[in-house]
């Protein structure tokens, strides 16, 4: 009671009061401009912005490195390396590029409503934007590898083998294989990758109808999973959901645009922020800052949906198709075991051939079948961490010294970064892994029915 009696007695001097609210005014004039600019969500400097761009994604924005999280036994030497990789990076198909092509002038509208207050970007953003370069290849290098793509693939090589130096000098011609499948894009991606490593190797003819990727041949697969319309229900589902309605109003009203925004148009703009962030060079893309981190999340997942059931869990067809490549695997070790097999197999395909793999070891499974009544923001299934551009696949065998025997461990790895799921601690013991894999070996695809024209 007295303190109370101190503190309201106690009066400021007049000279005190004056410098008091003297201060207060200059810290509120400082303070005030601070809050107004940070009302915006800017882009540009924004320093952590959203960063998964489903099967877009460049590698640099998800990779490991094989360098620093290689699994190194004691006692055991690395004796081959089966591995599975999408194509780098590439530019977008004929359909893509020519809504891309005409999405550029949506900039302009843009412009326009920010010189009359009705778009909520900030300047630097739209800065950007106004003025980014065109780069014609963008709309007419179709699918062809980008020179990110092909750095990307390079760099893999480039660091496999100074992880493995012993087994990736002097390779000599029955020691590999380095095979891509029928198209032009992976043929330049295997290029990059033996450029990589560094030494003149030869590598396979493009081929069409392969083990590596069974799904090129299946008529039934082509006829009632790819080309059905029923595989993309969930996603138009989805896309007809309020969450999505919500990010399309929320697009038009950040960008201030007059013109009603279609699906294509929504698309078309995710495809200008993804294709032109570079993950190697490390420069986000200024096509970005039309999206909030909530509205690509959204875009994500209606991808994630079309993956999931075009070449994922949402058809028992993928997993089965799946087992035909890990067939391959278990065959390419049990060679190397018996003294005539390859020190590196290297497969170039697309991302339909790691998901369908992933989906046949049962990683990234989720409990309920994923669905486009309702995001389900948990789930595990996620294209960015498993089909990005030059994602892959590795599987490295090890020959084993320990108390005098001998025995071959074998550890897999995902985008440069152990998979510690699928034996213990990620090192599968020789009889483990054979036990898990000679089931593959005995999958019967005669499903397909007939063969399927690609």
């Known amino acids: 009671m007295p303190s109370r009696l101190r503190l309201v007695a106690f009066r400021p001097r007049p000279l005190l009061v004056t410098s008091i609210i003297m201060q207060s005014v200059f810290i509120f004039f400082i303070c005030l401009p601070v809050v107004i600019v940070n009302s915006l969500f800017c882009f540009w400097n924004s320093g952590c912005p959203y960063r998964h761009f489903s099967t877009k994604t460049p590698y640099n924005l998800v990779r490991g490195d094989i360098r620093d999280s290689v699994i190194k036994v004691k006692g055991c030497t690395a004796v081959s390396i089966w591995s599975l990789y999408r194509h780098g990076k590439r530019y977008p198909n004929k359909h893509s590029a020519h809504l891309m092509e005409n999405a550029v002038a949506i900039r302009n509208h843009i412009a326009d409503s920010f010189e009359n207050g009705k778009c909520s970007l900030c300047a630097q ?9 065109v780069d014609h290849r963008l709309f007419k290098g179709i699918t062809e590898l980008t020179d990110e793509g092909y750095r990307e693939m390079y760099s893999i090589a480039n660091r496999l083998k100074a992880t493995f130096p012993d087994l990736l000098t002097n390779l000599k011609e029955n020691e590999f294989t380095f095979r891509p ?7 330049e991606s295997a290029q990059a990758f033996v450029d990589g490593i560094g030494e003149r190797l030869s590598i396979e003819q493009l081929k069409v109808n392969d083990s590596i990727t069974p799904y090129t ?32 109003d929320r697009i038009q009203r950040r960008a201030g645009l007059d013109i009603k925004l279609t699906d294509d148009n929504v698309t078309a703009l995710y495809d200008l922020c993804r294709y032109t962030w570079s993950g190697i060079d490390s420069i986000a893309s200024p096509w970005c800052a039309v999206f909030t981190s909530e509205d690509l999340q959204v875009l994500e997942y209606v991808e994630d949906l079309n993956q ?41 395909s697309e991302s339909t051939t790691i998901d369908m793999t992933l989906s046949a070891l049962g990683l990234f499974k989720d409990k309920d079948v994923l669905r486009g009544s309702q995001r389900n923001r948990d789930r595990k299934w996620r294209s960015f961490k498993q089909s990005s551009f030059s994602a892959n696949i590795m599987a490295v065998l090890s020959r084993c010294y320990l108390n005098g025997n001998e025995d071959y461990t074998v550890v897999f790895y995902l985008n440069e970064e152990p998979i510690k799921s699928i034996c213990l601690e990620g090192i599968c013991p020789w009889k483990e892994f054979e036990d898990k894999f000679k089931p593959f070996l005995d999958t019967n ?10």
């Open 125 to 133: 953003d739209v800065d950007n934007v106004i003025n980014w370069k």
């Open 181 to 187: 499948t029928a198209d032009d894009r992976m043929e």
């Open 217 to 248: 041949s299946c008529g039934k697969y082509g006829s009632e999973v790819k080309d059905n319309p029923k595989t993309f229900e969930e996603s138009s589902k989805y896309q007809k959901s309020s969450e999505y309605l919500a990010m399309k």
């Open 308 to 348: 999931y059931y075009k070449s994922g869990y949402g058809s028992p067809m993928n997993e089965l198709l799946g087992h035909i490549i890990l067939a391959d695997l278990l065959k390419s070790f049990q060679q190397v075991k018996n003294g005539n097999g390859k020190r590196i197999t290297a497969y170039f």
């Open 445 to 454: 695809i005669d499903f397909c029915e007939f063969n399927a024209i690609r």
